[in-house]
């Protein structure tokens, strides 16, 4: 009898850690969800931070030149020089 209870036992522990393993917390499917969602957060701070340069790049570009604030202010709000004939062409 005694040597029926220990393979018994050791299964039947096998068992609840093969469950665990693939319908637990932390089971396969959870992992790869997780590393799913870890993907589109890296992707997400990737382009957050491409945009974040972008206008760092801008911002020192109006307090080093006034270049970029005269660009602005003819695109933007339609600004032009004194004796100056603005034309504007579209596609």
């Given at each position: 009898?005694?040597?029926?209870?220990v393979p018994a036992l050791l299964i039947a522990l096998l068992l609840v850690l093969h469950a665990q393993l693939w319908f637990g917390r932390g089971s396969v499917r959870d992992v790869?969800?997780?590393?799913?969602?870890?993907?589109?957060?890296?992707d997400a701070n990737e382009r957050a931070r491409q945009a974040?340069?972008?206008?760092?790049?801008?911002?020192r570009d109006l307090k080093e030149g006034l270049e970029m604030v005269e660009e602005k202010a003819?695109?933007?709000?339609?600004?032009?020089?004194?004796?100056?004939?603005?034309?504007q062409i579209s596609k």
């Open positions: 009898m005694a040597n029926r209870v790869a969800r997780m590393e799913q969602k870890l993907q589109a957060q890296k974040n340069e972008r206008l760092a790049a801008e911002v003819r695109m933007e709000l339609g600004m032009v020089k004194p004796n100056e004939i603005y034309i």
